[in-house]
């Protein structure tokens, strides 16, 4: 079961916060964040559990409701690097197979 | 950088002939997952290797095969192209361990073009 993420696309302002969510109708083990410059490989920012734990590094954390069964991506004070595609992906328990979202599409202006 | 290496960078093949793609996994890694992305998609999962073993596979074909080398480098291998496998392959490595999730650390990926 793909998640789904939202919104589909973002446009901000350098200096701007923006929240990138993603959710699933099962209940899950983990959820994998990633961003993907254009032409690159996805690039590894955190992993949360279940269990609602929040994590964070620089000004890019995540939150993991799992009552919600969604996971929030939050970017605060936006720089021109941030810009890139966003994707979730999610495993439904310890030796499941990472399913990813379609992704949200994030363009910082400067 | 993540350490995880693919080759080559690009292949341009015609239909019905058949592919390889090599990854080399970082240093300390026991597993490869080789995921499929077409443009403006997420990566899909075609199938896991752990200790030179499938550890289980996504919804391909049976033409989409692999393998997994006591160095823990990993082959995907195509049969039988078709326009549709047209895609970025990117191959993932992790530590699996008894505890905790894997961390997938993702290499430059493969731009196979089908003709």
């Known amino acids: 079961q793909q998640p789904v993420q939202s919104p589909q696309a973002v446009i901000l302002r350098e200096g701007e916060d923006a929240v990138i969510n993603c959710s699933s109708s099962?209940?899950?083990?983990?959820v994998h964040w990633y961003r993907q410059k254009h032409g690159e490989a996805p690039v590894f920012l955190m992993i949360l559990l279940k269990g609602g734990e929040q994590k964070g590094h620089d000004k890019i954390s995540a939150s993991f409701n799992e009552k919600k069964q969604q996971s929030s991506l939050y970017l605060t004070a936006s720089q021109l690097s941030y810009s890139g595609t966003y994707f979730c992906?999610?495993?439904?328990?310890?030796?499941?197979?990472?399913?990813f979202g379609k992704g949200t599409r994030l363009h910082i202006l400067p | 950088e993540t350490g995880v290496t693919q080759s080559p960078t690009h292949l341009i093949k015609t239909r019905g002939q058949q592919v390889t793609l090599r990854c080399s996994s970082q240093s300390g890694h026991n597993t490869v997952s080789w995921y499929q992305q077409a443009l403006g998609q997420g990566p899909q999962f075609i199938f896991q290797?752990?200790?030179?073993?499938?550890?289980g596979r996504g919804n391909f074909p049976p033409r989409f095969s692999g393998l997994q080398f006591p160095n823990y480098s990993s082959e995907l291998n195509v049969n039988a192209l078709e326009l549709d496998d047209s895609a970025l392959y990117l191959c993932a490595s992790s530590l699996k361990t008894s505890g905790g999730p894997d961390t997938q650390y993702f290499g430059p990926g493969t731009r196979l073009t089908v003709l």
């Open positions: 099962k209940a899950l083990y983990s």
């Open positions: 992906g999610t495993e439904r328990n310890r030796d499941d197979k990472i399913i």
């Open positions: 290797y752990y200790r030179e073993e499938e550890n």
